[in-house]
């Protein structure tokens, strides 16, 4: 004999979003007021009340990135004392739970080893939070009393034969450099795959004012050639084309490798982050399995953020592209190492993007035959 029963669950697929953190990044420097706490910032923030009157280092970047940032510019500020120890500022920053894309240090490095910390403790945070990063740093400008030469040798020292693929570094020859690029990164009008080279995302804004050396020399091009050389991260400007705009994004990523750009590293971040989600969810769940239908169909949902990504929009006659190629088949391959592990490989493609563009013209003095 039994009684009838019914029991009604809801089911979790786990076919929701996942929080995008990209564009949101934390500023860590020296600033007057608020030491040792943690500000969300926006557009309408009083910077004043938030980080002190008196100008400081983390109020002047802070600054340039929220004029450059778009309409939707967020951030999260962590004021230090002058003497203050950023990795504290972002250890903490980890245990409150702020999750960024990544992390701007605005007090200028003086010797290789502050940036390999920076990498180091980049690589920490994925390794023990999961969370990926890079770091944003910034090196001094030129002196009253150095010459562009002697300016040159000094910063080729900083960075010579240093490999860090998660640290940017930005020289700051107008006082605002990071924070300007980092508004740049952080504009929600263009995509994380865009490169701020991009010329169509309009000149920078706010950029200080042009540097001279103790020659009284202005800024000349051929010492922003020679820094992004270096792999520096410079603005730049086009002879009779109004504007300054800006280079490459250069990570300190050794030659030949494949994130030598920040653009790369932003897009394969993203996936990571997305893919990431899904496969916590799949934990121990024997929906995944070596079944050929199992195997399907997780193959199916683990491209779908891949797919996500290679969205566009045509819009007038205009495409605008998505952060990466449509994946094909066989961009993702699910093998089995034992009854119990598993192992993902992914393959996404950047689309390609013209940064040296050379016009051949021909002169054709021919004469038209009439008849």
Known sequence: MALGQVTVDNLNLGQGPVSEIERYFLFIGPAGKNVGQFLPL??????????????????????????????????????????????????????????????????PVSAPAEISAMHDAAISLSNTYGRRVFVMASAPGVTADQTWAQYMGERKALLANLAAPRVLVVPQLHGNDLGVLAGRLANASVSIADSPMRVATGPVLGLGPVPIDGEKIPLPSAVRSEL??????????????????????????????????????????????????????????????????SM???????????????????????????????????DLVLTWLSKTKVVA???????????????????????????
Request: net charge neutral; glycine share 6%.
């Open 42 to 107: 926006n557009t309408d923030s009083d910077l004043d009340a938030a980080l002190g009157v008196p100008a400081s280092d983390l109020k002047t970047q802070i600054t340039a990135a929220r004029l450059n940032g778009g309409q939707r510019w967020a951030c999260v500020a962590a004021p230090i004392g002058a003497e203050g120890n950023w990795v504290d500022a972002l250890e903490k920053a980890q245990q409150q739970g702020y999750s960024v894309e990544s992390v701007v240090i605005t007090k």
């Open 345 to 371: 490989y992914f393959k996404l493609k950047p689309l390609n993007c013209p940064k040296d563009l050379t016009a051949n013209i021909a002169l054709d003095l021919s004469t038209d035959k009439t008849e």
């Open 228 to 293: 992004d050389r270096a792999r520096y991260s410079v603005s730049q400007t086009y002879p009779d084309y109004p504007g300054v705009y800006w280079g490459d994004g250069n990570m300190l990523d050794t030659p030949g490798s494949d994130f030598q750009v920040v653009e790369y590293l932003r897009v394969t971040d993203k996936a990571a982050r997305l893919i990431r989600a899904l496969l916590i969810r799949r934990v121990a769940d024997r929906r995944l399995n070596n079944t050929p239908n």
């Open 296 to 330: 399907a169909v997780n193959t199916n949902q683990l491209m779908a953020p891949l797919r996500a990504m290679a969205k566009s929009i045509t819009f007038a006659g205009q495409v605008f592209p998505g952060d990466i190629e449509p994946p094909k088949d066989g």
